[in-house]
């Protein structure tokens, strides 16, 4: 097999990549297609083909594998357009999703949202109360049976949800991820009654502690499970049709795959995945660490994108919020704003004060420049009038931009402020500008990082127009666009490029020091579990790598560190360096000094990631010290505004596509590229390297 691709579905545009077997990266990238979002698939898995020359049967036929990033989880529970679920749980604790842990009417909100108490609120029920059944049933915390499952009780239940017309059923019981008999009891019962009716039960999808938020998983489980499922169905079938008769994969949130069929089972694990395949290409290309620690973000046409990669490995959260409800579902750590290349430019109207986002023009009907009937500023309009987008070239020339739509929408703007409509684009651009450092900031300092310390790598379409001007404002040494166009598709590259992986954890709550033998015993378990996964994947066995971890704090407090577990057979010495290695990363996280050892180690949870690596072709590269001449590569020059000197004057224009490792050049300049365009102020540098990596840095000592 000869190709393999990689499909990524943002709220704009869909992405597609082709890795072909020398190397060379193919690009397809075409409008998203609500809510039919698989025509937006196939056109850009389409375009690509005809990048690599050969028609989307051919490159079905000759492809390895096919990996697909996809929202449609996470868009149906934003959207609350999910299936309509029951819930069956212990008797007395009906109530536990929907009081929310008393957070719900904040969780996941801005600072700004929260100080607005009164205007709060809890989000719509994805499980009303009228749809919650309890049966007699009780398991205690070292999952001896106290009261035996009630199973008439629990047939009579199943069914007064089934007569209600339930499309999907979740189960949680209390302390059901120590002895699960119960739950997969009723589970049966269901199966029984219901054939075919989507059914998932908490300890088998996280066999975790806490009780709020392992209902909460399992309930977004069957919430989404039968639109994803149906989504899937219909790609499988329709790949089928075309002549692909190999497995599909979806990115998940952990930062690998799953096969389709396991997806379709355990949607939950999709929520939030759609920037993940940013962060884990970041990981892949820096592999040697050329570029230190990283701060990934994705700058697409609705969202910006920001995660963060350290000593090679995606960072974590160990919990996941969507739509206030917080679940327990491990994700690499990514946080999002609505600032995108299509985010509305407006002016509040109690304040005056100018605001970007989050609303977005998104696919349809896009920027006022679009020509698709939109009327409101954005954030690409901007872009246009200030001289940085050519209108005859983006999208390679597949859409021409109009100026003067763009500064007709801008023009109300603009009279609101008392600006001319060139001084209000300036502004909006500021505007985003800062709104995307802030969130930086907030991944970085908050959990004891500073930006200076870190390379910043700029992707998505939208992002290397403003790559220059957000990394000054951290203080950051680079920013990098990174494989040049590819930059435009890179979480449809970190599809292409991710591996299987399955994330296995279970609650072990423990006081130190711990007992190495009964740790090396659940860690054997985990990893037994994760091998016959990935083994009924067809992963040979020498392509599989676990790594362990476990959740560790100070007696008496709240938040838990994860810390890696050091490979090889546990022994004291391996436990002291576990606590050596909490007691290091605490300090980083809140401080030097902040340790309280004397308050003893804890341990809540440990688990195990394992890896299915996947065959991939090595990135073609290019000899960066070469002098290879750069006047081929130039475009001519075009007004635009400086932000470095604060005003309109010439800037050189590239073509990127012609630009070759080893070659430098000068802002003030802008570099065009079928899929994205990169802007360089007057302070600004860039150089190609090897692998095509456009990096830019600031001043003559950079």
């Keep these: 097999m000869t190709f393999v691709c990689g499909v990524d579905i943002g709220g704009t545009f869909t992405d597609a990549v082709v890795l072909d077997a020398e190397g060379r990266i193919h690009l397809g990238k075409r409008s998203s297609t609500p809510p039919s979002f698989e025509e937006g698939f ?19 036929a000759d492809t390895s594998h096919l990996i697909h990033g996809t929202t449609v989880a996470t868009n149906a529970m934003v959207e609350l357009k999910g299936a309509k679920v029951g819930l069956i749980t212990t008797r007395g604790h009906r109530d536990v999703l929907p009081m929310m842990r008393s957070i719900g009417r904040v969780k996941g909100k801005s600072v700004e949202e929260i100080v607005r108490l009164s205007a709060s609120r809890k989000p719509e029920p994805i499980v009303p109360r009228s749809l919650i059944e309890e049966v007699d049933e009780r398991v205690d915390s070292k999952g001896e049976v106290v009261v035996g499952l009630d199973e008439a009780g629990a047939r009579e239940a199943i069914q007064r949800l089934l007569d209600q017309g339930v499309e999907a059923i979740a189960i949680s019981f209390l302390w059901s991820f120590i002895n699960p008999a119960h739950e997969l009891r009723v589970r049966e019962l269901v199966e029984e009654l219901a054939p075919g009716l989507f059914v998932t039960t908490s300890s088998e999808l996280v066999p975790k502690w806490g009780e709020y938020e392992r209902t909460a998983a399992v309930a977004i489980n069957a919430f989404v499970g039968p639109t994803t499922a149906a989504y899937l169905n219909r790609m499988t079938d329709r790949l089928s049709a075309l002549g692909y008769d190999r497995p599909l994969y979806i990115v998940e949130c952990a930062g690998g795959v799953l096969p389709a069929d396991t997806a379709a089972k355990d949607p939950v694990l999709l929520l939030g995945s759609g920037p993940v395949g940013g962060v884990v290409a970041a990981a892949q290309l820096d592999s040697a660490k050329e570029f230190g620690d990283i701060i990934v973000t994705d700058m697409g046409g609705t969202s910006f994108d920001v995660g963060l990669v350290i000593d090679g490995v995606p960072r974590y959260a160990a919990t996941s919020v969507v739509n206030q409800y917080e679940f327990f579902i491990s994700i690499v750590d990514v946080q999002s704003i609505g600032s995108g290349g299509g985010s509305i430019v407006w002016v509040d109207e109690l304040s005056g004060a100018l605001r970007v986002g989050p ?36 999208l390679g020339g597949v859409l021409d931009l109009d100026v003067d739509a763009a500064r007709a929408a801008f023009q109300p703007v603009a009279d609101r402020l008392g600006m001319s409509v060139e001084e209000a684009a300036v502004a909006a651009t500021r505007v985003i500008n800062h709104q995307m450092a802030d969130l930086i900031r907030k991944l970085t300092i908050e959990r004891g990082h500073h930006p200076r310390d870190f390379s910043v790598f700029s992707c998505g379409g939208a992002a290397g127009l403003h790559a220059t001007q957000y990394t000054a404002l951290l203080g950051s040494p680079r920013a990098v666009v990174p494989l040049g166009d590819t930059a435009s598709v890179w979480s449809a590259l970190g599809a292409a490029s991710s591996d299987l992986l399955y994330v296995h954890e279970r609650s072990l709550i423990r006081s130190g020091p711990f007992d190495p033998a009964e740790l090396g015993a659940v860690y054997g378990e985990l990893e037994v579990r994760a091998r016959e996964r990935l083994a009924s994947d067809g992963v040979a066995d020498d392509q599989i790598a676990v790594k362990r971890f476990a959740d560790v704090k100070y007696g008496g407090q709240v938040n838990v560190v994860e810390t890696p577990v050091a490979a090889g057979e546990l022994d004291e010495a391996l436990i002291a360096k576990l606590g050596a290695d909490f007691e290091a990363a605490y300090e980083r996280l809140f401080g030097k000094g902040s340790g309280h050892q004397r308050a003893g180690l804890e341990m809540t949870e440990v688990r195990i990631r394992a890896v299915g690596r996947q065959p991939k072709p090595d990135l073609a590269t290019g000899d960066s010290n070469g002098a290879a001449p750069i006047d081929r590569a130039r475009a001519g020059a075009r007004r635009a505004w400086d932000p470095d000197a604060g005003t309109f004057t010439d800037f050189d224009v590239w073509r990127g596509a012609e630009l070759v490792p080893g070659n430098r050049l000068e802002g003030p300049a802008i570099v065009e590229l079928a899929e994205t365009t990169v802007v360089l102020g007057s302070a600004d540098r860039l150089r190609v390297d090897g692998y095509g990596n456009f990096i830019c840095e600031r001043g003559e000592d950079r």
């Design 359 to 394: 609303e977005s023009a998104g696919a349809r009907p896009g920027p006022a420049c679009y020509g698709r009937g939109g009327t409101r500023p954005t954030v690409s309009d901007a872009n246009l009038l200030l001289g940085y987008l050519n209108p005859e070239f983006f």
């Design 42 to 60: 196939f056109d850009a898995l389409g375009a690509a083909a005809e990048a690599a020359g050969v028609t989307l049967e051919e490159l079905l």
